[in-house]
């Protein structure tokens, strides 16, 4: 088993770039997909990012997703940030059948 | 358009049992995909707790795999979750999901309390 840290909160100003980190616990960060998910208030969440850097379609390519060997961690990055960004994102992965998510990160675009 | 729906008792008694269904429209679970039950306590994160094959090869959070069954009903095409002996603990929304490369399709979720 592991898990996924996430920082607890974020804020950047409308139009600058943000990246939230996601670092796995134990095992590599490559030896499972990352999934992250954008979760607004009182809604159900969505895919922003799937198997580390891919788009659904629908999502803006504002949102992108990378990850660290050498820092055990995923990246979510989200550029050009409108208000309509704030939410609470989360982490995800996986592992022999197993689903486990990150604590979850705060974003305030203010 | 896949479409997920929860339906739970909204309010459980402390070492009850809790049950919950999921009925799945424009998709037949028989098809394929794995099914999951996540849930989210008030104003915290979210927290996988058990996922089903159609074949009804399930798997099970360790924290509560004792206390929880889950099983598919392909007649109806319904995902289903019992939690058993719960505690204010357990007070969450409870959402399904169909599970491929991501959690692609979720339900509204549905609130479960837990309440004398």
């Known amino acids: 088993n592991f898990m996924l840290a996430q920082p607890h909160s974020v804020s950047e100003s409308p139009g600058k770039t943000v990246t939230i980190s996601c670092t796995r616990s134990?095992?590599?960060?490559?030896?499972?997909?990352v999934q992250w998910y954008q979760q607004r208030p009182g809604r159900s969440p969505t895919t922003v990012i799937f198997?580390?850097?891919?788009?659904p379609s629908g999502v803006p390519d504002r949102f992108s997703g990378s990850i660290d060997i050498s820092s055990n961690s995923a990246s979510l990055t989200i550029s050009g940030l409108k208000t309509e960004d704030e939410a609470d994102y989360y982490c995800?992965?996986?592992?022999?059948?197993?689903?486990?998510f990150g604590g979850g990160t705060k974003l305030t675009v203010l | 358009q896949v479409q997920l729906q929860e339906s739970g008792p909204g309010l459980v008694k402390p070492s009850e049992t809790l049950s919950l269904t999921c009925t799945v429209s424009a998709y037949s679970i028989s098809s394929g995909y794995n099914w999951g039950w996540i849930r989210q306590p008030p104003g915290r994160g979210l927290e996988w707790i058990a996922s089903v094959y159609h074949t009804g090869s399930a798997a099970y959070t360790p924290s509560l795999e004792s206390r929880l069954n889950i099983s598919v009903d392909l007649s109806k095409n319904q995902i289903s979750l019992t939690l058993s002996s719960v505690t204010a603990a357990d007070t969450a929304v409870y959402y399904c999901a169909r599970i491929g490369s991501d959690f692609d399709y979720w339900g509204q979720g549905t609130l479960v309390i837990v309440s004398s």
């Open positions: 134990s095992g590599g960060i490559d030896s499972s997909y």
């Open positions: 995800q992965s996986s592992y022999r059948g197993h689903h486990v």
């Open positions: 198997e580390d850097d891919q788009r």
